[in-house]
Antibody
Framework: QVQLVESGGGLVKPGGSLRLSCTAS????????MSWIRQAPGKGLEWVSY????????YYADSVKGRFIISRDNAKNSLYLQMNSLRGEDTAVYYC??????????????WGQGTTVTVSS | SYELTQPPSVSVSPGQTARIPCSGD??????AHWYQQKPGQAPVLVMY???ERPSGIPERFSGSSSGTTVTLTISGVQAEDEADYYC???????????FGGGTRLTVL
């Protein structure tokens, strides 16, 4: 079945780095735009970044621009999020998400279960 | 920055109709999508491109759009519909994706 599985979350000190991974299965990963979306404890959903199917087009939320890097390896059916200079406000559950069609205008139709990132000293 | 505005909460009795609005300047030009999220779970897409219902979503869920406001309507609300609902859209250039603040639907 169609599935996204995140990994790499954990506890990190402010200023530290963490790399999240997402492994896709059950669909042709290279056909789809992919996103990272996060949710701070008790808060709403916040878009973080998206990457086009071929990895050429990339956008970031202003809150993470210059600190986070999204990438993908279509040969490995994997999506990544390199998070640097982490801050307390980056504490959240991070979801890997599949965009439902070409581009980001179709809604996210597949979500991972989420991985928790906690930034604290 | 582009924003989508939702009411924090909506309450209805079982069997009634719940309407959850979402407003934003670009909604007259960009599609909106809706997600349902229950505690401890990942969100689920319940409506896309304003009015399209994904397979597996009950027919009691419907969407509409008028000007800069889109609305998710749940007819004949059931207890299982109690959840947080989020609208989502993009700016005109698709360089930014935005979520509304979320609406907690309470079934009385």
């Amino acid at each position: 079945q169609v599935q996204l599985v995140e990994s790499g979350g954990g506890l990190v000190k402010p200023g530290g780095s963490l790399r999240l991974s997402c492994t896709a299965s059950g669909f042709t990963f290279s056909d789809y735009y992919m996103s990272w979306i996060r949710q701070a404890p008790g808060k709403g959903l916040e878009w973080v970044s998206y990457i086009s199917s071929g990895g050429v087009t990339i956008y970031y939320a202003d809150s993470v621009k210059g600190r986070f890097i999204i990438s993908r390896d279509n040969a490995k059916n994997s999506l990544y999020l390199q998070m640097n200079s982490l801050r307390g406000e980056d504490t959240a559950v991070y979801y890997c998400a599949r965009e439902g069609g070409e581009g980001v205008g179709h809604g996210v139709d597949v979500w991972g279960q989420g991985t928790t990132v906690t930034v604290s000293s | 920055s582009y924003e989508l505005t939702q009411p924090p909460s909506v309450s209805v009795s079982p069997g009634q109709t719940a309407r959850i609005p979402c407003s934003g300047d670009a909604l007259s030009r960009q599609y909106a999508h809706w997600y349902q999220q229950k505690p401890g779970q990942a969100p689920v897409l319940v409506m896309y491109k304003d009015t399209e219902r994904p397979s597996g979503i009950p027919e009691r869920f419907s969407g509409s759009s008028s000007g800069t406001t889109v609305t998710l309507t749940i007819s004949g609300v059931q207890a299982e519909d109690e959840a947080d609902y989020y609208c989502q859209s993009t700016d005109s250039s698709h360089a930014s994706v935005v979520f509304g603040g979320g609406t907690r639907l309470t079934v009385l």
